[in-house]
């Protein structure tokens, strides 16, 4: 019997604001069993969106209308960059994020009009993927621990345990213990929030270095450590992980940099924040077995080389890129929201009670917007 064939579409814009990431993704069979291959990706600048984006998720006061108005510019840049990611391959399933403009569990928004999309695709939408959790008491986050599983699981070189680090605009952290794994639903899977991570980081550019963002961490780089404030930062960061909690809107630490910037430059900030970072992310993995880093953050070199030195010396066997596992780090989100949305698709709960506390059995999540059917032929 040959297994079923679906390509499935994942979209993601983190917390971050960086870009629309989208990932073509062949999936194989179904259910927790699936098999998946990325096929195509494509990354399109937030452009305009990026200013009254930033503004909502900000909370600043926004009319009505703005908000309906932004929502449906976003669903349009959507529709724009799936055409062109799909080309000449017909779509079987769209499964999209949205924008997180607030996050305080159990009230959670991921902006998306989904329906541009699927008057321009002709396919059907999978949305508000995090809803369901949050009604079942979960925190809604993190929502891609069994997707690391279904792309990571029983790969010999990361026996027996590892661990899948997302550096966006918060750290999260997928924790997989294989002895064997057995069924992908078992409480060998665990994951939560770790610490704001790209969300500072963009915050301390925007502040000290009139950049978006620090590129590659080259100011980081040529910073200096405040090994006084690298600590007082970490320990306000482990303050929020030692709870477990989903991190969202106020978590951010921002009051760390205007505490800070009247007497470090802003690479002395950066560099600061990325040992404070990267410490309180090798401390929360510590024990997790091999460590892989995916999500915007890992071209932040000064950040990469924190993370690796800090989870060295805490035992980690190994650091590295999911780029060496053959998926693209940008795009490790994108591909997993793919997945994610062909599980919702065969009917299987894709949040964890190990992961969000979420009642058990965890519900089924997703909203759906379909298509007309087509018209019979004559």
């Given at each position: 019997?040959?297994?079923r064939?679906?390509?499935?579409?994942?979209?993601?814009?983190?917390?971050?604001?960086?870009?629309?990431?989208?990932?073509?993704?062949?999936?194989?069979?179904?259910?927790?069993?699936l098999?998946?291959?990325?096929?195509?990706?494509?990354?399109?600048?937030?452009?305009?969106?990026?200013?009254?984006?930033r503004?909502?998720?900000?909370?600043?006061?926004m009319?009505a209308?703005?908000?309906?108005?932004?929502?449906?510019?976003?669903?349009?840049?959507?529709?724009?960059?799936?055409?062109?990611?799909?080309?000449?391959?017909?779509?079987?399933?769209?499964?999209?994020?949205?924008?997180?403009?607030?996050?305080?569990?159990?009230?959670?928004?991921?902006?998306?009009?989904?329906?541009?999309?699927?008057?321009?695709?002709?396919?059907?939408?999978?949305?508000?993927l995090?809803?369901?959790?949050?009604?079942?008491?979960?925190?809604?986050?993190?929502?891609?621990?069994?997707?690391?599983?279904?792309?990571?699981?029983?790969?010999?070189?990361?026996?027996?345990?590892?661990?899948?680090?997302?550096?966006?605009?918060?750290?999260?952290?997928?924790?997989?213990?294989?002895?064997?794994?057995?069924?992908?639903?078992?409480p060998?899977?665990?994951?939560?929030?770790?610490?704001?991570?790209?969300?500072?980081?963009?915050?301390?550019?925007?502040?000290?270095?009139?950049?978006?963002?620090?590129?590659?961490?080259?100011?980081?780089?040529?910073?200096?450590?405040d090994?006084?404030?690298?600590?007082?930062?970490?320990?306000?960061?482990?303050?929020?992980?030692?709870?477990?909690k989903?991190?969202?809107?106020?978590?951010?630490?921002?009051?760390?940099?205007?505490?800070?910037?009247?007497?470090?430059?802003?690479?002395?900030?950066?560099?600061?924040?990325?040992?404070?970072?990267?410490?309180t992310?090798?401390?929360?993995?510590?024990?997790?077995?091999?460590?892989?880093?995916?999500?915007?953050?890992?071209?932040?070199?000064?950040?990469?080389?924190?993370?690796?030195?800090?989870?060295?010396?805490?035992?980690?066997?190994?650091?590295?890129?999911?780029?060496?596992?053959?998926?693209?780090?940008?795009?490790?989100?994108?591909?997993?929201?793919?997945?994610?949305?062909?599980?919702?698709?065969?009917?299987?709960?894709?949040?964890?009670?190990?992961?969000?506390?979420?009642?058990?059995?965890?519900?089924?999540?997703?909203?759906?917007?379909?298509?007309?059917?087509?018209?019979?032929?004559?």
């Amino acid at each position: 019997m040959v297994d079923r064939v679906r390509f499935v579409a994942g979209c993601m814009t983190g917390t971050s604001l960086d870009a629309l990431d989208c990932a073509l993704v062949r999936i194989e069979g179904t259910g927790l069993t699936l098999r998946a291959s990325l096929v195509r990706t494509v990354s399109q600048d937030l452009g305009a969106l990026r200013g009254p984006l930033r503004a909502l998720c900000d909370q600043h006061p926004m009319r009505a209308g703005e908000v309906a108005k932004l929502a449906r510019e976003l669903a349009m840049l959507h529709a724009r960059t799936l055409k062109d990611l799909a080309r000449t391959q017909r779509l079987d399933l769209v499964c999209v994020h949205g924008q997180t403009v607030f996050h305080a569990p159990p009230l959670s928004w991921q902006l998306m009009n989904p329906w541009p999309i699927v008057e321009e695709l002709r396919t059907p939408v999978v949305f508000d993927l995090r809803g369901a959790d949050l009604a079942g008491g979960g925190q809604g986050a993190p929502i891609t621990p069994l997707a690391d599983a279904v792309l990571f699981a029983g790969r010999e070189e990361l026996r027996p345990a590892f661990g899948v680090i997302n550096l966006g605009g918060f750290a999260n952290v997928t924790s997989v213990s294989e002895e064997p794994l057995g069924d992908p639903r078992a409480p060998s899977i665990t994951g939560f929030d770790i610490c704001v991570c790209n969300q500072l980081l963009n915050a301390i550019a925007r502040a000290g270095l009139d950049a978006d963002y620090d590129r590659d961490g080259r100011a980081a780089q040529a910073g200096h450590i405040d090994f006084g404030a690298a600590s007082e930062l970490a320990q306000t960061l482990a303050g929020a992980r030692k709870h477990r909690k989903s991190l969202g809107t106020g978590d951010e630490s921002f009051a760390w940099i205007r505490a800070h910037a009247g007497r470090l430059s802003g690479p002395d900030l950066a560099a600061t924040a990325c040992d404070a970072i990267g410490l309180t992310i090798a401390e929360a993995c510590r024990g997790f077995g091999h460590l892989i880093l995916a999500g915007g953050g890992v071209h932040n070199r000064a950040l990469f080389a924190s993370i690796e030195r800090h989870a060295k010396s805490r035992g980690a066997p190994s650091v590295r890129v999911s780029d060496d596992l053959g998926l693209p780090a940008a795009f490790r989100e994108a591909v997993e929201f793919a997945v994610l949305g062909a599980l919702c698709q065969d009917r299987v709960p894709i949040t964890l009670p190990s992961v969000t506390n979420v009642r058990t059995p965890a519900p089924l999540s997703g909203c759906w917007a379909y298509p007309p059917p087509s018209p019979p032929t004559s």
